[in-house]
């Protein structure tokens, strides 16, 4: 079963400050100022491109920001791994973790990029490590999506949100494939992974795997008819 609704309304349930990004499949406006709140209005980030962004590459500013009472307190700011902003973000209540998805003009192109607490990277995936991680040897292999001009849009029909404690990222691809990433460390965790690695090498206890997959599951029924 395939869902037809925004990726962008489906990421961001807050606030969106700035405007729409995207025209059309192949139409880009300039990137302007964003901001990413957490699903129950506990953080925000706020993403700034630079002014001149094509020609000051690698100056996209983040602050992410604690919101309490109305006001903003200030937990970290940084420039992003971005050239020159990323398409979409969600930021975890706990103010842990931020993702950020894409590079502005071009789907795939730092498709996933996990901060963590005080703003340090913690790890950066290639599409193929989130479409088919591994290369393909724990699961069966997932077709990529076609790219257009603008670059493989993997996330469109997709699902994406925290998971228990916000330790964990759910991707549920459009092909049905879900992929749950450790975001202490950006381990992509799959069925395969769990049978071949995760429980006989890493000995993940099979209880906490299957409330795991349980937790997703459901979670993906929810937004699943919410966003029908």
């Known amino acids: 079963m395939e869902f037809s609704f925004p990726i962008r309304f489906l990421l961001l349930p807050c606030l969106v400050v700035g405007g729409a990004a ?9 990137p302007k100022q ?20 094509f020609e000051h590459p690698g100056h996209c500013r983040a602050e992410l920001y604690r919101l309490r009472d109305e006001q903003r307190e200030l937990i970290w700011g940084r420039h992003l791994i971005n050239n020159t902003a990323p398409v979409d973000a969600v930021v975890a209540d ?6 950020t998805m894409d590079e502005w003009h071009q789907y795939g192109e730092l498709p996933l990029v996990i901060y963590g607490r005080r703003g340090e990277l913690i790890e950066s995936h290639k599409l193929h490590s989130v479409e088919n991680p591994y290369g393909g040897k724990y699961d069966r292999f997932v077709e990529g999506v076609r790219a257009t001009f603008s670059g493989p849009n993997w996330r ?8 228990p404690r916000d330790e964990t990222l759910f991707i549920r691809l ?4 879900t992929r749950i990433v450790r975001l202490k460390d950006g381990e992509v ?16 206890p099979k209880k906490d795997w299957e409330s795991l997959v349980e ?8 937004l699943s008819v919410e966003w029908l």
């Open 189 to 204: 965790m799959t069925e395969g992974w769990y049978k071949n690695l995760g429980g006989p090498v890493r000995k993940f």
């Open 22 to 30: 995207i025209a059309s499949a192949d139409q880009w406006y300039p």
């Open 215 to 222: 937790f997703g599951k459901k979670r993906t029924a929810e």
């Open 156 to 163: 469109k029909n997709s699902l994406v949100f925290f998971g």
């Open 174 to 177: 459009r092909a049905g494939s």
């Open 94 to 99: 706990s103010g842990k973790y931020v993702v």
């Open 34 to 53: 964003e901001e990413y709140c957490s699903m129950q209005r506990k953080h925000v980030l706020r993403v700034t491109p630079h002014r001149e962004p």
